[in-house]
T-cell receptor
Framework: GQQLNQSPQSMFIQEGEDVSMNCTSSSIFNTWLWYKQDPGEGPVLLIALYKAGELTSNGRLTAQFGITRKDSFLNISASIPSDVGIYFCAGTPGAGGTSYGKLTFGQGTILTVHP | KAGVTQTPRYLIKTRGQQVTLSCSPISGHRSVSWYQQTPGQGLQFLFEYFSETQRNKGNFPGRFSGRQFSNSRSEMNVSTLELGDSALYLC??????????????FGPGTRLTVL
């Protein structure tokens, strides 16, 4: 089935550093979403992207929809301890139309921030 | 506005039993999707319901089923439980608006342990 390759698998950084993670697919996606999940909780939507080349920010977070429609990246600037968690990319494959509620998820990036 | 709620939060069952999980979507959201999350397989799509109809189904055996009620609340059922069914089951709802068609908002999940 459809797979998203998310990297890196884990990151250990110092508070204040910037973070970058990305997601790639072998086929076209028409939506890219980025989620954060804390232990014992469900994923929380951070950013949604709908157009190739789109660059969207949410506070210290910035995400981009790749122009090939096969990749996306998420940047976190000036990391703080509460950024700790697992970050997932997700998307809906295809050049158009609806996925009828099905999101395909990456494997996740585990972020650890040292104070 | 209240978020997605799921009950129960934790459940322990034994092999061969069946279980029913409940999900109440965000008010006004008519699409409900279910996912299974495990350390080995990550987040995998189970099925999606809209207006009491299952529109999409993932690659899971027939032991996994669901339904949606007229108030958009949804339930999923797993019959003849197996050890491998131990997982976090997540429900997500979506407004399906023109500007945010594929955005899904997740509940906290139900942690199912099969002994």
């Amino acid at each position: 089935g459809q797979q998203l390759n998310q990297s890196p698998q884990s990151m250990f950084i110092q508070e204040g550093e910037d973070v970058s993670m990305n997601c790639t697919s072998s086929s076209i996606f028409n939506t890219w979403l980025w989620y954060k999940q804390d232990p014992g909780e469900g994923p929380v939507l951070l950013i949604a992207l709908y157009k190739a080349g789109e660059l969207t920010s949410n506070g210290r977070l910035t995400a981009q929809f790749g122009i090939t429609r096969k990749d996306s990246f998420l940047n976190i600037s000036a990391s703080i301890p509460s950024d700790v968690g697992i970050y997932f990319c997700a998307g809906t494959p295809g050049a158009g139309g609806t996925s009828y509620g099905k999101l395909t998820f990456g494997q996740g990036t585990i972020l650890t921030v040292h104070p | 506005k209240a978020g997605v709620t799921q009950t129960p939060r934790y459940l322990i069952k034994t092999r061969g039993q069946q279980v029913t999980l409940s999900c109440s979507p965000i008010s006004g959201h008519r699409s409900v999707s279910w996912y299974q999350q495990t350390p080995g397989q990550g987040l995998q799509f189970l099925f999606e319901y809209f207006s009491e109809t299952q529109r999409n189904k993932g690659n899971f055996p027939g032991r996994f089923s669901g339904r949606q009620f007229s108030n958009s609340r949804s339930e999923m059922n797993v019959s003849t439980l197996e050890l491998g069914d131990s997982a976090l089951y997540l429900c997500a709802s979506s407004l399906l608006s023109a500007s945010s068609y594929n955005e899904q908002f997740f509940g906290p999940g139900t942690r199912l342990t099969v002994l």
